[in-house]
């Protein structure tokens, strides 16, 4: 196993109507002008950005308010965001509403503790050296940017699509209601299962350093989303489904699933990055496009642990050889994203990409990972276009 | 499922040599004057005091020592403590050791940043507003402290042991270096591990709130140290199990493996505490002491949860009734015990009690929880008398 830091410093306040209690919140870290951020009409729509504000006016809380933040957030809505927080001398970011509201946060976040221009730090060109602090009011379980120290953010010019992760980023608190989850479509429901469990996938999928206790918690959290996705599927009223995958949303992505690791494979998101940069698909639904024949790719390359997902996880028979239980994994796998309506390939997705756009999603994601990357399999420039042509 | 608060904002440096980190990690938590506090002498015969001291010499920070944290840890100690740390202006706590000299740091902080008598937190007579940050180099896995909110002291007059909790206790850092813990003695180890799964056992009986992914995490957690526990029994300097322990024990007392449950049993813990108040016993050891007859004394009550530890964690046979799947794994577990060495009643332990040291410790726990406490079954003094007389 590899040396390790573990850092989860978000508080989580989990439960029914616990977006009650945001202005206690808010004064409990020190904030005094807010920033609340949010996306589309749902949060207006819901009531929630009303109950949101009028808890504020009660606490005797300032706020400034900006909507608008998209899936794959825009660079432009950030620098918006930057010079209205200093305009109004914001000391405190709210984010309501799911990854994008919560990324685009971060970043304006980034921008107004550092100088210069924000985007230097997605583009690899130097480190933040702090943020202000953010608080979360989660309505969608996916991205687990709620406790995580990543966002995402997508510069307009050239559709360019770039992570940041520091552990400035990492939200203050995060109030998760399961029932804000509630209203989400089915399809948005079982596009944040798949990117959840693909989080933890994603950790899985390596050389080496696994640990015995993070296997058995990244198990045990992908056979309970993948039971719960499907009872969302038949019952998306149902608060335990709801609440078993918020939960699961978190801890999925906030470090706990990889401790050990030699840092996790990521190139099923490197390569759906390029995929959601190109086209407008929805992250969730893009990875599971994608991930199937990214296995088929590079398994026999990573066999005891495509094994041993397929027996810890999958629950297949323990019959034949390391090789057919792999595969049977894989098939397993696959019949599950069938099950709660995801692709399995390009065209399900909805996308047909010509020759020249294979060639650019490759080029694209190879200049994005710096050339290859991969831990299951180091995957180069040629790896790329082979997956993204196969997968369609 | 209930409604949790999950707030773990120790930074975790986990690894060989890690220890090496202490003066960035001070530094990077703003300390300028330390207070390194240690149990016994073995934190200096290893050299760990000198080393942390040189590294702390050659970063320019000023520090005092002081030893003498024992098991049970003393309020004389705390007292002693908080007066050297005023006298000597200290605003940074780093305790070296297990639970003893963290336990004992952390009373030291409360008592630093409160006026008034430490003590009346732990007499439930008021709850502390505030803490000095503490770090902690841990050289025994076990009490889970590193990570967890609560501390246990013991004041000498009438030897009564409490336990407090609160979010100021949380330390700051934790280094965690499985290296530290290989020169433990094999007694000590397995009073480890034990006292690591009874953190998640007493989070798992419970009567209601249990959330899947909860259980996950806590069965995955339990199977990895019950194995490792065996695995280090033979082979005490392999570096893998004593790393999956020691993450093991700071997961399973952080408060992840309680999730959206009732908040737990904890009899089994306080029904120990009288006894390491009465007798001066290994908290481990005591643990499996007691916990059979107590598991034997309420399992009926809480029989679904019984009937899954067996299985799930235990895999035990699944066949015959569930009192007999039950049992099944109540035995497995104390034949667990035995393999690790640890005892299963008070005469294994070393202890017999008289009629009157039994009515004793069944008045004091009785008092200690306020008359009447427990989830799988709630237990009065006359249960608790009970199962001490059983468990002989």
């Given at each position: 196993?590899?040396?390790?830091?573990?850092?989860?410093?978000?508080?989580?306040?989990?439960?029914?109507?616990?977006?009650?209690?945001?202005?206690?919140?808010?004064?409990?870290?020190?904030?005094?002008?807010?920033?609340?951020?949010?996306?589309?009409?749902?949060?207006?729509?819901?009531?929630?950005?009303?109950?949101?504000?009028?808890?504020?006016?009660?606490?005797?809380?300032?706020?400034?308010?900006?909507?608008?933040?998209?899936?794959?957030?825009?660079?432009?809505?950030?620098?918006?965001?930057?010079?209205?927080?200093?305009?109004?001398?914001?000391?405190?970011?709210?984010?309501?509403?799911?990854?994008?509201?919560?990324?685009?946060?971060?970043?304006?976040?980034?921008?107004?503790?550092?100088?210069?221009?924000?985007?230097?730090?997605?583009?690899?060109?130097?480190?933040?050296?702090?943020?202000?602090?953010?608080?979360?009011?989660?309505?969608?379980?996916?991205?687990?940017?709620?406790?995580?120290?990543?966002?995402?953010?997508?510069?307009?010019?050239?559709?360019?699509?770039?992570?940041?992760?520091?552990?400035?980023?990492?939200?203050?608190?995060?109030?998760?209601?399961?029932?804000?989850?509630?209203?989400?479509?089915?399809?948005?429901?079982?596009?944040?299962?798949?990117?959840i469990m693909m989080h933890t996938m994603e950790r899985y999928f390596t050389q080496g350093g696994n640990m015995e206790i993070t296997d058995a918690l990244a198990e045990g959290l992908l056979r309970t989303v993948k039971k719960n996705a499907v009872i969302l599927r038949d019952d998306p009223q149902n608060y335990d489904a709801r609440a078993e995958v918020?939960?699961?949303?978190?801890?999925?992505?906030?470090?706990?699933?990889?401790?050990?690791?030699?840092?996790?494979?990521?190139?099923?998101?490197?390569?759906?990055?390029?995929?959601?940069?190109?086209?407008?698909?929805?992250?969730?639904?893009?990875?599971?496009?994608?991930?199937?024949?990214?296995?088929?790719?590079?398994?026999?390359?990573?066999?005891?642990?495509?094994?041993?997902?397929?027996?810890?996880?999958?629950?297949?028979?323990?019959?034949?050889?390391?090789?057919?239980?792999?595969?049977?994994?894989?098939?397993?796998?696959?019949?599950?994203?069938?099950?709660?309506?995801?692709?399995?390939?390009?065209?399900?997705?909805?996308?047909?990409?010509?020759?020249?756009?294979?060639?650019?999603?490759?080029?694209?994601?190879?200049?994005?990972?710096?050339?290859?990357?991969?831990?299951?399999?180091?995957?180069?420039?040629?790896?790329?276009?082979?997956?993204?042509?196969?997968?369609?």
């Amino acid at each position: 196993m590899f040396d390790f830091k573990y850092f989860t410093p978000t508080k989580v306040i989990f439960g029914k109507n616990t977006e009650s209690r945001v202005a206690d919140l808010i004064k409990e870290f020190g904030g005094t002008k807010i920033l609340i951020h949010y996306g589309g009409g749902s949060v207006v729509r819901s009531g929630l950005l009303k109950r949101v504000t009028d808890t504020l006016d009660a606490a005797n809380i300032n706020y400034v308010t900006l909507g608008g933040a998209v899936p794959n957030p825009h660079l432009g809505l950030v620098y918006e965001g930057i010079e209205l927080c200093k305009k109004e001398n914001v000391d405190f970011l709210l984010a309501i509403g799911g990854g994008s509201a919560i990324d685009s946060a971060k970043a304006i976040g980034y921008g107004l503790a550092n100088e210069g221009d924000v985007w230097d730090f997605y583009d690899y060109k130097r480190k933040a050296e702090g943020s202000i602090p953010l608080g979360v009011i989660l309505t969608i379980a996916a991205t687990g940017s709620e406790m995580s120290d990543s966002s995402v953010i997508t510069k307009e010019e050239g559709l360019v699509k770039r992570g940041y992760s520091s552990d400035y980023g990492r939200p203050a608190f995060a109030i998760l209601n399961p029932e804000l989850t509630m209203t989400l479509p089915d399809y948005q429901t079982a596009c944040g299962c798949t990117d959840i469990m693909m989080h933890t996938m994603e950790r899985y999928f390596t050389q080496g350093g696994n640990m015995e206790i993070t296997d058995a918690l990244a198990e045990g959290l992908l056979r309970t989303v993948k039971k719960n996705a499907v009872i969302l599927r038949d019952d998306p009223q149902n608060y335990d489904a709801r609440a078993e995958v918020m939960w699961a949303g978190s801890l999925s992505h906030n470090g706990l699933t990889g401790c050990g690791n030699d840092g996790g494979d990521w190139m099923t998101h490197k390569l759906e990055h390029e995929l959601g940069g190109l086209y407008d698909v929805a992250h969730g639904a893009g990875l599971a496009a994608i991930w199937g024949t990214w296995a088929r790719y590079v398994y026999k390359n990573c066999l005891p642990r495509f094994k041993k997902f397929a027996l810890n996880v999958m629950e297949v028979e323990n019959t034949g050889s390391d090789e057919e239980i792999a595969l049977r994994g894989i098939e397993a796998m696959e019949d599950f994203y069938r099950s709660i309506n995801m692709p399995t390939n390009l065209r399900e997705l909805g996308v047909n990409p010509t020759e020249e756009e294979f060639a650019l999603m490759a080029e694209k994601c190879a200049i994005g990972v710096g050339g290859a990357k991969g831990s299951a399999k180091v995957l180069n420039e040629a790896d790329m276009l082979a997956i993204y042509k196969a997968s369609l």
